[in-house]
């Protein structure tokens, strides 16, 4: 199996014995692929179930922070998403993708809030 960042090869540890910048073991790349392959097919709760797994592994890991936020977001958890989103928006890696996902999340926060208005009126 070869690393994320380079094509030759993991040595014995999991690690890339070619490159300082490989750092992802070979587990790490099969749980990115994995969340990429069920983002692709829209299986949200089995992203957010991938996500979480990797993170009982490398807790404070942004990517995985990220997408176990987005898999929320995408499940309707909403208030959940925000708030992991909020927690991890300032680092680097996910900066970027944190924000775009916070303005998507309150977006749809306001969508919903006014449905519930609209029913509330209606009944």
Do not use: W
């Not at 898999?71 to 958890?77: C, I, K, N, P």
């Amino acid at each position: 199996t070869a690393g994320v960042n380079c094509h030759l090869g993991i040595n014995a540890k999991g690690k890339c014995s070619h490159c300082l910048t490989c750092t992802m073991s070979a587990k790490e790349s099969i749980t990115l692929a994995s969340i990429a392959y069920y983002y692709q097919e829209n299986y949200f709760n089995h992203l957010l179930n991938v996500a979480v797994e990797g993170l009982e592994v490398c807790r404070d890991d942004p990517v995985l922070l990220f997408f176990k936020a987005f898999g929320d977001l995408m499940e309707g958890r909403i208030q959940e998403a925000i708030r992991d989103l909020e927690a991890i928006r300032d680092k680097q890696t996910v900066a970027l993708c944190s924000i775009i996902a916070l303005i998507h999340a309150h977006r749809k926060s306001s969508v919903i809030g006014r449905c519930l208005k609209i029913r509330c009126r209606l009944i």
